[in-house]
């Protein structure tokens, strides 16, 4: 017998720092923000997912600590069992009003959202078609289910269309997953034609709205709202960690969805219910997001700053066209600057912090090809983004990372 069953663990952290995929933690000390402090040095802060800046917004921090005041730190069981509290009924209230959709449920987190909602629509008699460049949860989401998954070409409806006359019919039940901003990619799902296609086909149409809910859409409700899709039979998917600035995660929907999942979504059902602090906050983000729309058109403001900014400079060398996408259709505030591999992400990763910005690089496997991943804030300034440009394009036209 072998005495040394757990060698292989530190055999794979070898590869993995071989190929240069290893990650570690660095601890930001500041308050969330636009510009932060991290391991002691101040940087303008281009990696994070709180979009409209309101992570640390005293709005949210007031009314976290008055629910913790009266309710407590923890909810102490499953929301069948001792953890419902009336907030967690308004936040679902607030959010199928924010969505428009009869009603909504709120978990612990986005990503055991994804997973309970689709392991109970769909089993191992039924069938997932998953863009290609789908969040992790969602692709766990399929795998836990038993389902069997075809992933379909990224954004690419005629190859769902094909996959779907091909197979749709050996199957009971089939569900179509797909973000609707895509997470690592900043671009947009084409969700009129997804929509079509689940009508013709008869399935399920799952859309994962984190990165777009308070972001896309007239009233900041999502892709759905800025495709005109309200109101459309679809489940809508969302986390409460992003633009909301809080923690945890929602599907909104019909009211026999919501309820089915109520009795049948294993990680709702058998998980803590959402701290008192986490409803609250997430509560008062639903209502700025639709009280203060300036604070959207002010991300969207300082997304087209940042796009005429990155044109100015290209105009300037075409040295550096390889690096970008057309970003001058981008729809979100996410952008990514594509470089040849892991090794040369965290080099430009690691130059662009000795210069005062957080953009980290993401790799393998988390995505396909390395990159750097910009993400832009309501509460960004003009000079923020003046400098980016600045930095990245005296970088980016140094010989050796080309
Ligand atoms: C972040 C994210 C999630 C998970 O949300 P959490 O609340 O952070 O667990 C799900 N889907 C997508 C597309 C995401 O980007």
Same mark, same amino acid.
């Given at each position: 017998?072998?005495?040394?069953?757990?060698?292989? &663990?530190?055999?794979?952290? @070898?590869? /993995?720092?071989? %190929?240069?995929?290893?990650?570690?933690?660095? =601890?930001? #000390?500041? *308050?969330?923000?636009?510009?932060? &402090?991290?391991?002691?040095? @101040?940087? /303008?802060?281009? %990696?994070?997912?709180?979009?409209?800046?309101? =992570?640390? #917004?005293? *709005?949210?921090?007031?009314?976290? &600590?008055?629910?913790?005041?009266?309710?407590?730190?923890?909810?102490?069981?499953?929301?069948?069992?001792?953890?419902?509290?009336?907030?967690?009924?308004?936040?679902?209230?607030?959010?199928?009003?924010?969505?428009?959709?009869?009603?909504?449920?709120?978990?612990?987190?986005?990503?055991?959202?994804?997973?309970?909602?689709?392991?109970?629509?769909?089993?191992?008699?039924?069938?997932?078609?998953?863009?290609?460049?789908?969040?992790?949860?969602?692709?766990?989401?399929?795998?836990?289910?038993?389902?069997?998954?075809?992933?379909?070409?990224?954004?690419?409806?005629?190859?769902?269309?094909?996959?779907?006359?091909?197979?749709?019919?050996?199957?009971?039940?089939?569900?179509?997953?797909?973000?609707?901003?895509?997470?690592?990619?900043?671009?947009?799902?084409?969700?009129?034609?997804?929509?079509?296609?689940?009508?013709?086909?008869?399935?399920?149409?799952?859309?994962?709205?984190?990165?777009?809910?308070?972001?896309?859409?007239?009233?900041?409700?999502?892709?759905?709202?800025?495709?005109?899709?309200?109101?459309?039979?679809?489940?809508?998917?969302?986390?409460?960690?992003?633009?909301?600035?809080?923690?945890?995660?929602?599907?909104?929907?019909?009211?026999?969805?919501?309820?089915?999942?109520?009795?049948?979504?294993?990680?709702?059902?058998?998980?803590?219910?959402?701290?008192?602090?986490?409803?609250?906050?997430?509560?008062?983000?639903?209502?700025?997001?639709?009280?203060?729309?300036?604070?959207?058109?002010?991300?969207?403001?300082?997304?087209?700053?940042?796009?005429?900014?990155?044109?100015?400079?290209?105009?300037?060398?075409?040295?550096?066209?390889?690096?970008?996408?057309?970003?001058?259709?981008?729809?979100?505030?996410?952008?990514?600057?594509?470089?040849?591999?892991?090794?040369?992400?965290?080099?430009?990763?690691?130059?662009?912090?000795?210069?005062?910005?957080?953009?980290?690089?993401?790799?393998?496997?988390?995505?396909?090809?390395?990159?750097?991943?910009?993400?832009?804030?309501?509460?960004?300034?003009?000079?923020?983004?003046?400098?980016?440009?600045?930095?990245?394009?005296?970088?980016?036209?140094?010989?050796?990372?080309?």
């Amino acid at each position: 017998m072998s005495i040394d069953a757990y060698s292989w &663990i530190e055999r794979s952290l @070898e590869t /993995i720092h071989r %190929a240069d995929w290893y990650r570690s933690v660095k =601890a930001i #000390e500041s *308050r969330p923000g636009s510009t932060v &402090i991290l391991e002691g040095q @101040e940087l /303008i802060n281009f %990696a994070s997912n709180d979009y409209l800046g309101l =992570a640390g #917004e005293q *709005r949210l921090i007031d009314a976290a &600590i008055a629910a913790t005041k009266k309710f407590g730190t923890g909810t102490t069981g499953s929301r069948l069992l001792t953890g419902h509290r009336h907030l967690h009924r308004e936040l679902e209230l607030a959010i199928a009003r924010l969505k428009q959709t009869e009603d909504a449920i709120v978990f612990s987190s986005g990503y055991l959202a994804n997973l309970g909602t689709i392991s109970a629509l769909v089993g191992r008699r039924d069938l997932i078609l998953s863009d290609r460049y789908n969040h992790s949860s969602l692709k766990t989401g399929a795998k836990v289910s038993g389902a069997t998954i075809l992933e379909y070409q990224h954004n690419d409806s005629e190859d769902l269309r094909e996959i779907l006359q091909q197979n749709r019919h050996q199957y009971r039940k089939t569900l179509i997953i797909t973000d609707s901003i895509f997470s690592m990619d900043g671009d947009l799902c084409c969700l009129p034609e997804l929509l079509e296609i689940a009508t013709e086909f008869n399935c399920m149409l799952l859309v994962d709205e984190a990165h777009a809910t308070g972001i896309l859409g007239k009233t900041g409700a999502g892709c759905v709202e800025y495709f005109g899709c309200t109101g459309q039979p679809l489940i809508q998917m969302g986390t409460l960690s992003k633009a909301l600035g809080s923690l945890g995660g929602y599907v909104a929907g019909s009211a026999s969805l919501i309820d089915f999942l109520r009795n049948r979504s294993p990680s709702w059902i058998y998980t803590t219910g959402l701290t008192p602090a986490d409803t609250a906050a997430a509560l008062e983000a639903v209502k700025i997001i639709q009280q203060q729309p300036q604070r959207r058109a002010q991300l969207w403001h300082n997304i087209n700053t940042l796009k005429q900014l990155l044109q100015e400079h290209q105009g300037k060398t075409t040295s550096t066209d390889n690096f970008f996408e057309s970003w001058s259709s981008f729809h979100s505030p996410i952008f990514c600057v594509h470089l040849p591999n892991a090794t040369t992400a965290l080099n430009v990763g690691q130059q662009l912090k000795a210069k005062g910005i957080f953009a980290p690089a993401i790799r393998p496997p988390t995505v396909s090809t390395s990159r750097i991943r910009i993400t832009l804030m309501a509460t960004h300034n003009v000079h923020h983004l003046q400098k980016l440009v600045d930095v990245l394009f005296s970088i980016l036209t140094q010989e050796e990372v080309g």
